[in-house]
């Protein structure tokens, strides 16, 4: 996951408020239910020695999701009386609506409740062109396209030698149209920075303009078997993405299980535990990070300071580094804020992606390394 819509979230000092909240649930009562929660809520902050004003925007804020209709949940990050960042959640959290007063905001859970949201660009193929639209969590809205030759497109029965010359000029024609919606497709996938690319239309069709894709598009393109003129349903992009997210939550999982062992020089290319992590965000050289969320070193307690890298096992290590004052916070929570830092992405390995290997990384944190 692209960290880069937290770094609001740090760049002003705790301690923070992180609620979050369930609206799965819709019925006659729910107004009355979320009333509730806000109530709630705000009452479990002040119990852990959040301020008055950051304990009424939170309120305010559960508040007006009364009457939303919003499938899965909400993020609230407070702090000094305001909500800094509320992003939606694509799952429910587990355990109901939670709030935490904590140094860091408590950010870990979003690498799995609001998850990846790939955006797809569908191209809906025929004979004369395709039609372009993009396709993604929110819906759909029409993309653009691309129309080819026109003649000739069918093909006849006759197997005399003028026919077979026209037979020729449909083959010619098929190929012309192909690379046409290729060069439309790749182009329009570079303008909209799609996710995924999918191909609707008849076998030879889709093949034919795969075939002909940039190899760093035809890498990030899937084939549906629909039939001509028919219409990807809601449900069907669902699954693509989704199948989207953990293949590449199982590259990237792969990756770093090989990466682990050291490379031609000498160095290890992945680590994984508290201590080897911690000492790689202080360097700057975590280039993705790895969150098993059932691990044991998730919430293992360690020291933060106020710059992002001034994280230590002990408290006496940040002393010598020269931090003055230190904070106690969960390691998870405290080597996100550093991915955020320094632009590194993370990934949430859970046990039902975690195909290969369930309990890596060990303790429940790795992460790939970047070397200067």
Not at 147 to 163: A, K, L, M, Y
Not at 222 to 235: I, K, Q, W, Y
Not at 308 to 316: F, K, N, S
Request: hydrophobic share 40%; with cysteine.
């Amino acid at each position: 996951m692209d960290l880069a819509f937290l770094h609001p979230l740090y760049e002003q000092p705790g301690p923070w408020a992180s609620v979050y909240v369930d609206t799965s649930r819709h019925t006659e009562s729910t107004p009355h239910e979320r009333h509730l929660t806000a109530q709630a809520l705000s009452q479990e902050l002040a119990g852990q020695g959040a301020d008055e004003a950051t304990c009424q925007a939170v309120r305010s804020a559960v508040e007006e999701l009364r009457h939303s209709s919003e499938p899965h949940g909400r993020a609230l990050f407070a702090r000094g009386g305001e909500v800094v960042l509320d992003p939606p959640l694509a799952e429910r959290p587990a355990g109901g609506s939670s709030a935490r007063w904590a140094p860091l905001p408590r950010t870990t859970p979003l690498l799995e409740l609001a998850g990846e949201d790939p955006v797809c660009l569908v191209a809906y193929i025929d004979r004369r062109g395709a039609d372009f639209e993009l396709r993604g969590a929110l819906g759909r809205e029409d993309a653009g396209s691309v129309t080819g030759r026109q003649w000739p497109i069918h093909r006849t029965r006759s197997v005399d030698w003028s026919e077979r010359h026209f037979q020729l000029a449909v083959e010619n024609t098929w190929e012309h149209n192909a690379g046409e919606v290729a060069e439309a497709l790749a182009a329009c996938r570079e303008e909209t920075g799609a996710d995924l690319v999918v191909l609707v239309g008849d076998d030879r069709e889709r093949r034919s303009v795969h075939e002909r894709l940039p190899q760093g598009v035809r890498e990030r393109t899937v084939e549906a078997s629909h039939g001509p003129g028919s219409r990807l349903l809601d449900e069907d992009v669902e699954r693509i993405r989704a199948e989207h997210v953990r293949h590449r939550a199982e590259e990237d999982l792969e990756r770093f299980l090989a990466a682990r062992a050291p490379d031609a020089e000498g160095r290890a290319l992945a680590v994984e535990g508290v201590p080897a992590v911690i000492e790689a965000a202080r360097e700057h050289r975590i280039d993705e990070l790895l969150v098993r969320p059932d691990g044991a070193d998730a919430h293992q307690e360690v020291w933060i300071g106020e710059d992002a890298d001034q994280v230590a096992v002990r408290r006496t290590e940040l002393k010598t580094l020269g931090e003055q004052h230190s904070w106690a916070a969960r390691a998870d929570d405290a080597l996100v804020r550093a991915a955020v830092a320094t632009g590194a992405p993370a990934l949430s390995v859970a046990p039902a992606d975690a195909t290969v290997r369930s309990d890596a990384p060990v303790g429940g944190l790795g992460a790939l390394l970047r070397w200067k």
